[in-house]
């Protein structure tokens, strides 16, 4: 029930397309969900987060949608650059520290 | 301007033979956590600090421990490093231990271990 289950784990998009990376969780009590991304030889970095009192949050090219009923939220990455290429992590977190991660996708994005 | 500062950022050691990585921090943070992370996975937490109170996550292997000699630095002790301990280790600072509170990561030292 502590698990965060991200898909796909690698994803390969055109320069200008849209990356999509969904996240999917059962624990009720997370109420802040995170995405961190993460260069190579980088740790990691907040880049978007999303509490479950909203659909959706936009940040630049960058948008958390979030589904409270079906348990799940998504990454778009919009008009998507070769400098988005990194990995990606969804996490969650109740009212303690302990953030709970994906498995991470790895995103490049072709020229 | 860095917020977070690891050293070594590389850290070659010998089977068993002990080795410490060091954290420090300009945030003033009260939380400053460690993790372990293998290649192609999520961050793993091995444990954190609020202020001097120190919290071991209940999987971390007895191995590994930690030092915080005051707000901006933390050390990570290998006692006994095994060719299992390979890997990159993050730092990672946060205002609170309240989950929205955003941690702010180091760049990681990687530890060869040989």
């Known amino acids: 029930q502590q698990q965060v289950k991200q898909s796909p784990q690698s994803l390969i998009v055109q320069k200008g397309g849209i990356s999509i990376i969904n996240c999917a969780y059962e624990?009720?009590?997370?109420?802040?969900f995170p995405w961190y991304q993460q260069f190579p030889g980088k740790g990691p970095a907040l880049l978007i987060a999303i509490r479950p009192d909203v659909s959706e949050k936009k940040e630049g090219r960058f948008t958390i949608s979030f589904n409270k009923s079906a348990k799940q939220f998504s990454l778009h990455i919009m008009d998507s650059q070769p400098g988005d290429s990194a990995t990606y992590f969804c996490?969650?977190?109740?009212?303690?520290?302990?953030?709970?991660w994906g498995a991470g996708t790895k995103l490049i994005i072709k020229p | 301007d860095a917020m977070v500062i690891q050293n070594p950022r590389y850290q070659v050691t010998q089977f068993g033979k002990p080795v410490t990585l060091s954290c420090s921090q300009t945030?003033?943070?009260?939380?400053m956590y460690w993790y372990q992370q293998k290649s192609s996975q999520a961050p793993k937490l091995l444990f954190h600090y609020y202020d001097k109170d120190f919290n071991n996550e209940a999987d971390t292997p007895d191995n590994f421990q930690s030092r915080r000699p005051n707000t901006s630095f933390c050390f990570l002790d290998i006692r006994s490093p095994g060719l299992g301990d390979a890997a990159m280790y993050l730092c990672?600072?946060?205002?609170?231990?309240?989950?929205?509170?955003?941690?702010?990561f180091g760049p990681g030292t990687r530890l060869t271990v040989l």
């Open positions: 996490a969650a977190t109740g009212s303690n520290y302990q953030l709970i």
């Open positions: 990672a600072t946060s205002r609170t231990l309240q989950g929205f509170n955003e941690q702010f």
């Open positions: 624990n009720t009590a997370f109420d802040y």
């Open positions: 945030l003033n943070h009260n939380v």
